[in-house]
Every structure is written in C-alpha cells, then in structure tokens.
Nanobody
Framework: QVQLQESGPGLVKPSQTLSLTCTVSGASITTNDYYWSWIRQPPGKGLEWIGFITYSGSTYYNPSLKSRTSISRDTSKNEFTLQLSSLTPEDTSVYYC???????????WGQGTQVTVSS
C-alpha cells in the first residue's frame, strides 16, 4: 500500500519561504512512470496544481507559480520537498502531496497539511 504524508510548518510569515516535505512509503519515488505532485486548496476555493517531480528528477510547475516554486527530492529518504517563496496571505491553504499517473490521475493523496501565512 502506497502512503504519502506531508510535514512542515503550520504558520509562516509573509515574505518568507515555505518548505514542506512529503514522505512516501510503499513505493519508491524513483519507480518508473510515476510522478510526485504538490496540490493546494485555499479556503473556499478549488484545487490548484502546483507542480511535480518525475521518477527521474525532472520538474514541472504551474505557470502561475513557477517563479516562486521549487520541487526537489531526497531519494535516500524517499521524500520530495516543496519550496514556495515570497509568501503572501493568499498562499494560505491546505497543501497536499499526491502520486500522479498519466498526467490525469492523482492516487493516492496525503492527508494534507494546513499552512497559514500571517504576521
């Protein structure tokens, strides 16, 4: 069974950088054909795809967030990490990591972690 778990700070100040880690169990993040994605859902709004890293380490980002986003991985720990810089209150959201299949399916998802951007 593949499981994903997000971890990181719940409160970050404006202008700072958010760093979240997704720990994967039950599958290797280097397994062929799987992509590892970050998604968020602001309060009262829909889901927004942030970006993903492939099994080989290539990265792709939502154009609206690309300039502020970096996704990396630590294969020895089977983890991948989101960094989102220049935070504003509009970045307040529940952040999820998820495995992506075929650029159209996300399964499974992590539980999600609430991040609040406030001074």
């Amino acid at each position: 069974q593949v499981q994903l778990q997000e971890s990181g700070p719940g409160l970050v100040k404006p202008s700072q950088t958010l760093s979240l880690t997704c720990t994967v169990s039950g599958a290797s993040i280097t397994t062929n054909d799987y992509y590892w994605s970050w998604i968020r859902q602001p309060p009262g709004k829909g889901l927004e795809w942030i970006g993903f890293i492939t099994y080989s380490g290539s990265t792709y980002y939502n154009p609206s967030l690309k300039s502020r986003t970096s996704i990396s991985r630590d294969t020895s720990k089977n983890e991948f990490t989101l960094q989102l810089s220049s935070l504003t209150p509009e970045d307040t959201s529940v952040y999820y990591c998820a495995r992506m299949w075929d650029f159209c399916s996300f399964n499974p998802w992590g539980q999600g972690t609430q991040v609040t951007v406030s001074s």
